[in-house]
């Protein structure tokens, strides 16, 4: 039985790094590598396991992948949802590595998937923000037994930290225990397109890397205090970027839902309800009568482009690579891809 460490921050009772023994981070795709970067600074090393191009909903790992994950100190991830075999493979090959879901943190924004071809008009974000909250909710009763401030926000920013670290734990315990949480049907995974996602996980990172190296703790906040004006300022110019758009939108499949709340923008409807499902003749046709022309259709790099050709209408595409891949991998990629994809938008057809 593979041996888990319980993260007890205040109490002492993790390892600790050394000066002379980096941290060894592992992230399952790089937006939250690069936030790991943010926070860590030059006091550790992180890896990557989604190679440009891959899929994470079904990236097969390899056996660099299964290294570094047994060599890692912390593992930070979004959550099954969207890792589904990056949630097996944690479970054989990540030893006493700290893990830090990023999708159980208490205040991370969760919106329910939409699996219609055709979204409402003037759909109500909050309502389905509300409704996957109480999903998640539902699924961490137990661990609110546990730990009671894990359901509830405070109003102070090292609070807030602390409680970010507090629900880390709950995780941590709950595999200890066996029977940690696979998220896999409540709410849509592409949470890191939610700046304001980013900005509460860069303090939970901080308090997890902490309990790592608590020498550097005030390195980890500040670090993470910065990255925090770094998203913001990115966030605005997105916005300003994006102010006056009006083209309509619709999307390949429904993975910028985050983005779309975040900045306001309307997406009319989705081809396919996932990356692995190609649309079927009857969503075709719905979705092709109900599009205006001149309508954007948000696509990945990886897009078949015999889909857009079978919409047979007046189309523009633009290519968002939302998970970074094509960028550059460095701890600027986090605000590079926010400003990217709303220049992409903005300049659509």
């Keep these: 039985m593979r041996k888990i460490l319980t993260l007890c921050l205040g109490l002492g009772l993790s390892p600790v790094a050394t000066a002379a023994d980096p941290l060894r981070v592992v992230a399952d795709i790089p937006p939250v590598a690069a936030l790991a970067e943010m926070v ?3 006091d550790g090393q992180v890896v990557t396991l989604l190679p440009p191009g891959a899929s994470p909903h079904d990236h097969a790992l390899s056996p660099g992948d299964a290294g570094a994950l047994q060599e890692a100190d912390l593992v930070v991830w979004i959550g099954a949802a969207l890792t589904p075999n990056l949630e097996k ?86 595999d200890a225990h066996g029977h940690g949480h696979s998220h896999d049907g409540p709410y849509d995974p592409h949470l890191w397109l939610a700046p304001e996602n980013a900005t509460l996980w860069l303090d939970a990172m901080a308090e997890a890397f902490t ?13 993470a205090a910065t990255a925090k004006d770094a998203i913001a300022a990115a966030s605005d110019r997105a916005a300003e970027r994006l102010d006056g758009t009006d083209r309509p939108l619709a999307v390949l499949h429904d993975a910028f839902y985050y983005f779309e709340d975040a900045f306001g923008l309307t997406i009319l409807g989705a081809l396919t309800p996932s990356d692995a499902a190609r649309p079927s003749p009857r969503r075709m046709a719905e979705l092709r009568d109900a599009l205006p022309p001149g309508t954007c259709l948000l696509v990945e790099p990886q897009y078949d482009p015999r889909i857009v050709d079978a919409l047979g209408q007046d189309i523009a595409v633009a290519e968002i690579d939302m998970l970074g891949a094509f960028l550059p991998q460095d701890a600027a990629l986090y605000p590079t891809l926010i400003e990217d994809i709303a220049t992409r938008i903005a300049e659509c057809g």
């Design 89 to 174: 493979a944690l479970g054989t090959l990540s030893g006493d590595a700290l893990r830090l879901t990023l999708a159980d943190l208490a205040g991370t924004h969760l919106l329910e998937p939409r699996e219609t071809a055709i979204f409402a008009a003037g759909h109500d974000d909050h309502d389905d923000h509300d409704h996957a909250q109480d999903a998640k909710r539902d699924d961490h009763d137990h661990d609110a037994e546990h730990n009671d401030a894990h359901g509830h926000a405070d109003d102070h920013d090292h609070d807030h930290a602390k409680d970010h670290a507090e629900a880390a734990h709950d995780d941590y315990a709950a």
């Design 40 to 42: 860590l600074g030059a």
């Design 211 to 223: 309990a790592r190296n608590p020498e550097a703790a005030e390195t980890y906040r500040a670090n």
